[in-house]
């Protein structure tokens, strides 16, 4: 027993002790148990130059996006309501109302809308942007006062007060605070500042001042006294350049480096192969085929020899004549328009079992490894003897098609059997099907048919048949090389043959632009680019395809290679290449011998080269009659650059108002990345006139300030984004 005085000198923990005893009873072990768990939204989502993307901001920027647009706060697709609106903000804010417009329009689809929310916010605070509670009250008082009948600012926050999310003026204002912050942002990354007059001379001169040119084309020839490129020059300039590269005109197309690499682990749930399996049931059949219209079950008749004779002999076309379908066809054709609907649930299940066995196979430290499609592929998939053995009475089927055919075989089998996937889609329409036979089985019954099939079509191989183990597709027969699942892997290959699988070349990943492939992200993927899209053995974005998704990863991946000293295999390459520079050098020594239009005519005429007149452009419209023979828009600024530079009149304007057309000047233009070398004369010349400019001003001020807005969309573009915060998925 504690004494009294034990009492007193322990009161202190006995105090202690009795609060966390009456915070157990309040709270609970479950309450304890969420005191102490991490919280989830810190988890981190993305990695950034300035810091962490959390799931915490992505549900930030949810909350924003849905109050300023599903809301009714801020429309987005109404330009009208936006507009008015903005126009009666300050200046400094007039973009803040339209700026889910230009986000919506640079961006597709609600998910990439969010993420880039999130980021933009996360860039602008990292850039030091701040909102006061001023700034906000601006932006409400121009919403406030709004010349919108129909917008009544007042009316909707009431209404969203009242909404189920019972959002109130804190929301909204927090809300507008963090899209003003976005805004500051952008507006120092975009200033809408009015261009200068130089600026505006500078567009009129590129697109009112003119030359026209006679081209000549130089053969390539190497002269006697040609001084020779070496292969040592050659390999020391272009041994870390990948061949093929033409971004710099003044270079030759040569290279030396090997490509960056990768190997793809691939799975694709083939939604074709589902829908071609997918089957009502039979009483859905049978109500669909007795519920339709009169004349929907008919095909048309077989044209007689009589009525092929009178066919010919009048040279008209006859009315075609419809007779019923057989029982069989009906089912076929009612199946045709009923299995769309039944491919889409069973797609999403085998999709849903593929998430699954993926997530287990990930989850597990034992199992996991960097490349689980083909664990996946077999833990869904089983041999088909039993739905091979499933036994069939009787059977007798005469001069039937194959599709015919294999959909009694389907009937024959009872519920054992629901589909058999036949490769039917390359074999010869003419090809008839005859099988009698009591007491067999579906296989017995496939190989007779095949063996038919063979027989009318020389080249259809052997077949193998195997089924899916997912629950909905367990009564489902399918060729082995024809299962919906369909695992894949790539050599070790640079993005160009790996883009030669149109899987990897022509899908886009998610809101991505046109060079947002897996080939292209494969070899960019980390480590060998610390910045890449993906992580060799992590899981990549799934890809939506015209076959069904694409489950991908990198599994391998090395970085471009220069080679360190020269090889015997890249000696003769090299030698080529060092043949093809000396006679360009020689080449384009001959033509600046040849520096007057008069000798370039005369070398024309005596060598028979043809003369092509380009008739007049600018240095803002194309070339002409040579545009076409200009490989890149690289190369078609560079002539067009030399040509100005060398080829203008030296005096614009003579005393007698007349303006200089020819010259009796010749230029060489010499465009290494195209190993092409062009002489050129001035044929041609339209001045860029002042009162032209008077005119065209107004014109030329509102383009620069469309071109303006376009840099909006361009810092607003989702692969800018990435590129410029360094955003990274984890």
Known sequence: MFSLATLRRKQKTIFWIMILLMLSFLIGLQGFQSMMKKDPGAAVLAKMKFGDLTHNDQKTAEHDIALLTSQHLVVVGEARRAVTLADGLPQDYRQTLLFLRYLNNALHGKESVVMAYAVLLAEARAN??????????????????????????????????????????????????????????????????????????????????????????????????????????????????????????NKFPFGYQEPAKAQIASLLVN?????????????????????????????????????????????????????????????????????????????????????????????????????????????????????????????????????????????????????????????????????????????????????????ANKTVP????????????????????????????????????????????????????????????????????????????????????????????VTQAVGPKSPEAISPALTKQLEADAAVATTFESTKALGKTLATAKDAEAYAKTNKLKLVETGLFSRASSLGAIDDALANDITKELFKADAFAALLPETKALTDGTYPKASTKAITIALPCETAIYLVWRTDYAPALEEDYANQRSRLAREAGQDQAGGMSNWLDWKHIQKRTGFGQE
Not at 312 to 326: I, L, N, Q
Not at 328 to 350: F, H
Not at 513 to 538: E, L, M, S
Request: charged share 25%.
């Open 462 to 553: 052997a077949i193998a048949w195997a089924k899916c183990k997912s629950e909905k597709f367990d009564t489902i027969l399918f060729p082995a090389d024809g299962l919906p699942l369909q695992c894949a892997l790539t050599p070790l290959a640079d993005a160009k043959t790996l883009a030669e699988n149109p899987l990897f070349g022509e899908t886009r990943l998610p809101n991505g632009g046109d060079d947002d492939t897996p080939a292209n992200w494969a070899v960019r993927a980390q480590p060998v680019d610390p910045k890449g899209p993906c992580k060799v053995g992590k899981a990549a974005p799934i890809v939506e395809t015209p076959e069904g998704k694409l489950f991908w990863r």
């Open 271 to 455: 939604q074709e192969a589902i829908l071609a399996v997918a089957r009502a049931h039979k009483d859905k059949v049978a109500n669909f085929i007795a519920s339709a219209a009169e004349g929907t079950f008919t095909k048309p008749a077989p044209v007689t020899a009589d009525e092929t004779k009178k066919e010919d002999e009048k040279k008209t076309a006859f009315d075609v004549k419809y007779v019923p379908m057989t029982e069989e066809e009906k089912v076929l054709e009612a199946q045709k328009a009923l299995s769309p609907t039944v491919g889409v649930v069973l797609y999403k299940d085998l999709l849903n079992d593929v998430h699954k066995e993926l997530g287990a196979i990930e989850a597990n430290a034992e199992t996991a490894v960097a490349n689980p499609y083909p664990a996946v592929v077999k833990a869904l998939t089983a041999d088909a003897t039993g739905l091979l053995n499933a036994k069939v009475k009787l059977i007798a089927i005469k001069d039937a098609t194959v599709e015919v055919a294999v959909a009694k075989i389907e009937s024959a089998a009872g519920d054992a059997l629901s589909v058999i996937a036949y490769p039917t889609g390359d074999l010869d329409a003419k090809t008839r099907i005859t099988l009698r036979a009591k007491n067999t089985t579906v296989g017995a019954l496939l190989a007779d048919l095949h063996k038919q099939v063979q027989a």
């Open 128 to 249: 030091g942007h701040i909102t006061t509670e001023g700034e906000i009250d601006q932006v409400i008082k121009a919403m406030e006062e709004a010349p919108i009948a129909e917008y009544d600012f007042a009316k909707i926050c009431k209404e969203m007060r009242l909404s189920k999310q019972q959002t109130t003026m804190f929301h909204i204002r927090g809300t507008l605070g963090r899209l003003i912050t976005i805004c500051k942002s952008s507006s120092g990354a975009n200033a809408q500042t009015p261009p200068s007059e130089q600026d505006l001379r500078r567009r009129f001169r590129d697109e009112y001042e003119k030359l026209g040119l006679t081209v000549i084309k130089l053969p390539l020839a190497k002269a006697n006294d040609a001084k020779p490129v070496t292969v040592k020059a050659l390999f020391d300039a272009y041994k870390n350049i990948q061949p093929g590269d033409i971004s710099d005109a």
